[in-house]
């Protein structure tokens, strides 16, 4: 008995578009008035933030826009959650996603601060140089034992601790079995961070159509219904009838 997937080599879907040179990237996607972004990011972990000018910023020649947390009005909110918790009971699940862009406080490196939006992409990242930034450096714990002694540094002062989830399952008897054992191993594990390499780094193009209502994405995702939901409900767009991603 043979099948499609079982015992068979298959090919891939998506290689003769990368074989012949016909893949669509987000850098081949040119549209009539395209602006570009840049994110100003924090370079440190942990920190209060005292005072962000962007007026410098906003006068370089080829700039439209500069965006602080309080600029974003109604928009600034917490992302909705994409992926509800396992139904484990006893689970502790202390919700908190990500904002568009950091406001009184900066809870780890590379959290965006400002957004440039200009006519290139070059004009963008250099007013990113222009942009006047005043913080007070908070201790940060980068170890997660370290984090959840107590006095740590705490990433979220309203939760109390630096617990983001824990859940605990169990299957069978371990303490029958391990009576009846010839043996127990104990290990610690420690993993690396890990990254993903693809050939396209990330990247998003947006075009809205405000005479349908519809919005349409170019994004480098391998989620792509993930990130429509979570951009419909953010834009207040109804996820089926008002977008579609490319």
């Given at each position: 008995?043979?099948?499609?997937?079982?015992?068979?080599?298959?090919?891939?879907?998506?290689?003769?578009?990368?074989l012949?040179?016909?893949?669509?990237?987000?850098?081949?996607?040119?549209?009539?008035?395209?602006?570009?972004?840049?994110?100003?990011?924090?370079?440190?972990?942990?920190?209060?933030?005292?005072?962000?000018?962007v007026?410098?910023?906003?006068?370089?020649?080829?700039?439209?826009?500069?965006?602080?947390?309080?600029?974003?009005?109604?928009?600034?909110?917490?992302?909705?959650?994409?992926?509800?918790?396992?139904?484990?009971?006893?689970?502790?699940?202390?919700?908190?996603?990500?904002?568009?862009?950091?406001?009184?406080?900066?809870?780890?490196?590379?959290?965006?601060?400002?957004?440039?939006?200009?006519?290139?992409?070059?004009?963008?990242?250099?007013?990113?140089?222009?942009?006047?930034?005043?913080?007070?450096?908070?201790?940060?714990?980068?170890?997660?034992?370290?984090?959840?002694?107590?006095?740590?540094?705490?990433?979220?002062?309203d939760?109390?601790?630096?617990?983001?989830?824990?859940?605990?399952?169990?299957?069978?008897?371990?303490?029958?079995?391990?009576?009846?054992?010839?043996?127990?191993?104990?290990?610690?594990?420690?993993?690396?961070?890990?990254?993903?390499?693809?050939?396209?780094?990330?990247g998003?193009?947006?075009?809205?159509?405000?005479?349908?209502?519809?919005?349409?994405?170019?994004?480098?995702?391998?989620?792509?219904?993930?990130?429509r939901?979570?951009?419909?409900?953010?834009?207040?767009?109804?996820?089926?009838?008002?977008?579609?991603?490319?």
């Amino acid at each position: 008995m043979s099948t499609r997937t079982f015992g068979e080599p298959i090919k891939r879907n998506e290689d003769y578009r990368l074989l012949t040179g016909r893949a669509l990237f987000i850098d081949d996607i040119e549209l009539p008035g395209l602006l570009h972004a840049a994110f100003l990011r924090s370079q440190v972990a942990h920190a209060r933030i005292l005072k962000i000018d962007v007026s410098r910023a906003l006068r370089r020649p080829g700039v439209v826009a500069a965006y602080v947390a309080d600029d974003l009005g109604e928009y600034w909110k917490p992302g909705p959650l994409l992926v509800p918790p396992p139904p484990i009971a006893g689970i502790v699940f202390n919700q908190r996603t990500q904002v568009p862009l950091a406001r009184d406080k900066i809870r780890h490196v590379g959290e965006p601060l400002v957004i440039v939006i200009a006519e290139s992409r070059y004009i963008a990242e250099d007013a990113l140089d222009d942009i006047d930034i005043e913080l007070e450096q908070l201790p940060a714990v980068v170890d997660i034992e370290q984090a959840l002694k107590a006095g740590a540094a705490l990433v979220h002062e309203d939760v109390g601790s630096n617990i983001s989830a824990h859940a605990r399952q169990t299957k069978g008897n371990y303490a029958a079995a391990a009576a009846k054992a010839d043996h127990i191993i104990k290990r610690r594990f420690r993993y690396e961070h890990g990254i993903s390499s693809p050939i396209e780094t990330r990247g998003v193009v947006a075009q809205w159509d405000g005479r349908a209502g519809q919005m349409t994405i170019w994004d480098t995702t391998q989620a792509p219904v993930f990130v429509r939901n979570g951009l419909a409900g953010i834009l207040g767009l109804n996820e089926r009838m008002s977008g579609r991603f490319a």
